[in-house]
C-alpha cells in the first residue's frame, strides 16, 4: 500500500470523529452532527436525534483505543470487535451517479453503526498494509489529536505541523529562553 494515500473515507472519518472529541468537542450537539454528516455527504443518513449523537459520541472513545492501543493485536482486536458488532456487510454501490464505491452496512442501518463499519474498515487496511506504527497521537500534550503519518521516513510527530508543531518549538525555545536566564 502507498503509505501517501491515507485519503481513504474511512480512515479520514475515523480521524476525524476521533479528534472531534478533543479538547473542545466539535460535535457537541444534534446540529453539529448534522453539519457533520451534510460535510461528508453522507447518502440517507436518516434523522438526526438525540439518540443517534449519544450513539456517535459512545464510538470516538472505542476508535481512539484503536489509535492508542500498545500493540497491532490490540489494535486488531477492537477493529474486529467493531466489525462484527456492525455486521458489517461490504456492497459495491453507484447510487447517485458516484463512482463504485463499498458501503460496509445495508441501506437504513443506524448512523453510528455506518460510522463504525466505515471508520473501522478503513483502519483494518492501514493495518492490514502494515501501517500499525503510524497511527499516532499528536506530540503536542495540550492537543492528543490523532493521524496517520503518510511520510516516506514515518517522521510526523504532530497532527498538524503549521499548527501545532510550531506551538510545540515556541514553547520548546521559550523553555529554553527561561533556562538560559535563570542559568
Ligand atoms: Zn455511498
Ligand atoms: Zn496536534
Redo the contacts with the bound molecule.
Sequence with gaps: MNFEGYSDCGVVLAVDLVNSAGATDTLPDVAALEAFVTERRVSAPGPITRAVLVEVHALRPRLRAIFEAPTAVQAARVVNELLAETGALPQLSDHDGEAWHLHFTPPGAPLATRFAAESAMGLAAVIKAGGFERMST?A?DT???VFVDASRNRSRR???PD??GNRSAVAAHRARRRAMVAG
Design positions: 499528536c503536542d492537543c492528543n489529536d504532530f497532527c498538524n499548527t501545532c
